[in-house]
């Protein structure tokens, strides 16, 4: 079935460096991809989020970058500071449906 | 000032009990979700309510029943409770269907 993943379950960098989490989704008809934080004992918290019209869009110290072409969809993380450290989803809606399709999760741990 | 609100926190109970899990968004949003997420930390969509109709009902169990008194409450209740019914179960709420704001979870352990 359609699904959305990621390529790396852990990821662990070093205070300062720049972050980048990878997602790859299967389903053509999305149009709209999103990108969470979740700490641990909390729910997930909105980071960004990008529609499949923009290739590009910048918040504060993040940047998420989507390619149609090849379907996947990535989030940088400048400067990783260590309240970064916590699992990042990735999460995908087509038009046809309300609800979103959550990747299995990355957990990125900033070493000090 | 809690934008998405659930109770209780943690819930601990023995198989075969019915028990409910409240939540309540003060964003006037339209669109209320639960969603379950297990012990890999897969978040999956259980259910969601539009202006207190249902519209989206994943493949759950019917001994789960989700009632929407009014738009800002989606509450979830279930009968007879299993073992696999551990989890953490989130709310969550938006307006037209994209960003969705999550509530703090709540951790079901069933016993």
């Known amino acids: 079935g359609e699904s959305v993943g990621l390529h790396l379950p852990t990821l662990s960098v070093q205070e300062g460096d720049n972050s980048i989490i990878n997602c790859a989704y299967s389903?053509?008809?999305?149009?709209?991809f999103i990108w969470y934080k979740q700490e641990s004992g909390k729910g997930p918290q909105f980071i960004i989020d990008?529609?499949?019209?923009?290739d590009k869009r910048q918040g504060q110290r993040v940047t998420v970058l989507l390619n149609k072409t090849v379907k996947h969809l990535s989030l940088q993380i400048a400067a990783t500071q260590p309240g970064d450290s916590a699992v990042y989803f990735c999460a995908e809606k087509d038009t046809g449906r309300r609800a979103l399709t959550f990747g299995s999760g990355t957990r990125l741990q900033v070493q000090p | 000032d809690t934008a998405v609100s659930q109770t209780p926190k943690y819930l601990v109970t023995q198989m075969g009990n019915d028990k409910s899990i409240k939540c309540e968004q003060n964003?006037?949003?339209?669109?209320m979700y639960w969603y379950k997420q297990d012990s890999k930390k897969f978040l999956k969509i259980m259910f969601s309510y539009n202006n207190k109709e249902l519209i989206i009902n994943e493949t759950v169990p019917n001994r789960f029943s989700p009632k929407s008194p009014d738009k800002a409450h989606l509450n979830l209740h279930i009968n007879s409770l299993e073992l696999g019914d551990s989890a953490v179960y989130f709310c969550?709420?938006?307006?037209?269907?994209?960003?969705?704001?999550f509530g703090p979870g709540t951790r079901l352990t069933v016993t």
């Open positions: 969550a709420s938006s307006q037209s269907s994209d960003e969705q704001y």
């Open positions: 964003l006037g949003h339209d669109t």
């Open positions: 990008i529609r499949s019209n923009m």
């Open positions: 389903n053509s008809a999305s149009d709209y």
